[in-house]
């Protein structure tokens, strides 16, 4: 029978066996991102379900939850396997029904189970006599509730002896979504497939993939350890929500890094010519500039945050020059003028450089 509440911390409790689950949330992430990045989404983890996709229309009403009940295994899954799942997908598709966040007259659920593992649905073919499968793996790799022959519809709706389902939980079966996902079963081997595809989806836009996919990797992990307020799940609730915006921001970051060290590479020389920064410092000068980058990134830095201000507040003398470097110069004059700094001579020639391209090439 259906039930009117679903367990929702146990997830958060047990968090050491959820890699699969935060890693497959990034493949699905990552094969979507090119239709998604231009709509307003966000990702819940062990909220609802395993993996929440939700979208937003341009009234900021909810039009669409897309869920997965991930779960990895080293054999395959046959029917009566999972019924169980079926249940606490349909169990969790009525509760997000029933949630009270503003959604779209044309609002949609998609719930899917997925697995690295072959899904194996076997019926009996009323016209042929005899028992038929429906395989879900890498030839095949995902298959809606609503696409199977009626007698496999049929049979899944049935149950088994242990578990029955009731007219509220068949008519969620609608939405329900079987899928296969070509992850590894060992956590070393998923990241190496995740480091993979973040090459592939960004390519040189991004100059350390490894380092990209740690760090989604760093924020889906904070959701996921956030337990549900008052022990109820809620779309609304902004504790377990990684919401689009901030993935384009660690996105950004992560891209103009990346253009910061090719303009740093590019004008280095000339840099170091018209701060007259020696040889020996020049060395490492690409590397202070590297490190200023991330040292803005921290508000509790204030030297950083005190250059960055003032290259902010200068923005206007830009216009004056055609040339960086020059006006890299001239705002290194300025600030010596005007501020002071407990920073070494080559830090804080590096750090201006790299503040005057954030701030050049803000949005």
Known sequence: MAKGKIDTNSGVQASVGFDFQRNTCIYVFLDNYIGWKNQEYFIMLEHYDDIVFGFLNTNGELSQVTTYQAKKSSTVWTTNKVYEIIQKISNSGIEMFKDNISKSGNYKQSQH????????????????????????????????????????????????????????????????????????????????????????????????????????????????????????????????????????????????????????????EKICEELSINVFDAMSFELDFENSLDEFKDLKQGEHQKIIRFIESKKSIFWNFTNDVLCIKELYGLFLKEQNSTLNSLQLKASMAAAYFLILNQK
């Open 113 to 268: 189970f997925i697995s690295n593992n072959t899904i194996a649905l076997d019926y009996k073919c009323s016209t042929e006599k005899k028992t038929k499968k429906v395989y879900v793996n890498e030839t095949n790799e995902s298959v809606t509730y609503t696409s199977l022959d009626v007698d496999c519809q049929n049979s899944l709706k049935k149950g088994n002896s242990d578990i029955k389902f009731d007219s509220e939980q068949i008519e969620h079966f609608k939405n329900l979504n079987f899928t296969y996902i070509d992850l590894g079963r060992n956590t070393k081997s998923q990241l190496e497939l995740l480091r993979g595809k973040f090459e592939t989806v960004f390519g040189k836009s991004i100059i350390d993939h490894t380092a990209a996919r740690d760090t989604l990797i760093f924020h889906l992990k904070e959701i996921e350890s956030t337990y549900n307020q008052g022990d109820i799940p809620k779309f609304s609730d902004k504790h377990k929500r990684l919401e689009s915006a901030k993935i384009d921001i660690i996105l950004n970051i992560l891209t103009t890094k990346n253009l910061a060290l090719d303009f740093c590479r590019k004008k280095a």
